[in-house]
T-cell receptor, first 113, second 113 residues
């Protein structure tokens, strides 16, 4: 089955710097890669996603890149702000797993002001 | 407002007792899910349902049970057979299994005393 590994587990950056979180997946048939943000005491919320036919997607200060050959994808946050502090989860889904999402272990991002 | 409502937010249980967590959605979604969140382990799928009166085991179904008698409702029972029930439980829904965004509730934290 699919396995998703996420690094780093914690990340501290200074306000205004960039943050990068990386995930690798095992199933080459995976075709959908979302990123979720979870604020303290709340449920995760989708912030950006990418499908396997696209290499990069941007939405204002966040971007996701996908390298299908290497089976890894990354979340990039530029000009970080204190409100970006949260737990971020990557996920992958494949038809072989019934299109259900398999989540990474999460990254705690702290933006210091 | 449309969304997912979970209750209770906090729950304490004595060992040997069953407890039921409520999940209601008004998004008219066919698919609903229960995830368990433990520190450093991401989100693990307990059960999911693609349609009313149907549900499937996820990766960690042992010690849990669900029902899907109405489209809007997907309650989770944590039984006394669950060896380590203390965790944060998240309910989610999507238009159907494998189609894009999951919408999460705010979670229920269960503590076994």
């Amino acid at each position: 089955g699919e396995n998703v590994e996420q690094h780093p587990s914690t990340l501290s950056v200074q306000e205004g710097d960039s943050a990068v979180i990386k995930c690798t997946y095992s199933d080459s048939a995976s075709n959908y890669f979302p990123w979720y943000k979870q604020e303290l005491g709340k449920g995760p919320q989708l912030i950006i996603d990418i499908r396997s036919n696209v290499g990069e997607k941007k939405d204002q200060r966040i971007a996701v890149t996908l390298n299908k050959t290497a089976k890894h994808f990354s979340l990039h946050i530029t000009e970080t702000q204190p409100e970006d502090s949260a737990v971020y989860f990557c996920a992958a889904s494949s038809m072989e797993y019934g299109n259900k999402l398999v989540f990474g272990a999460g990254t705690i991002l702290r933006v210091k002001s | 407002d449309g969304g997912i409502t979970q209750s209770p937010k906090y729950l304490f249980r004595k060992e040997g007792q069953n407890v039921t967590l409520s999940c209601e959605q008004n998004l008219n979604h066919d698919a609903m899910y229960w995830y368990r969140q433990d520190p450093g382990q991401g989100l693990r799928l307990i059960y999911y349902s693609q349609i009313v009166n149907d549900f499937q085991k996820g990766d960690i179904a042992e010690g849990y049970s669900v029902s899907r008698e109405k489209k809007e409702s997907f309650p989770l029972t944590v039984t006394s057979a669950q060896k380590n029930p203390t965790a944060f439980y998240l309910c989610a829904s999507s238009i159907s299994v494998g189609t894009g965004e999951l919408f999460f509730g705010e979670g229920s934290r269960l503590t076994v005393l």
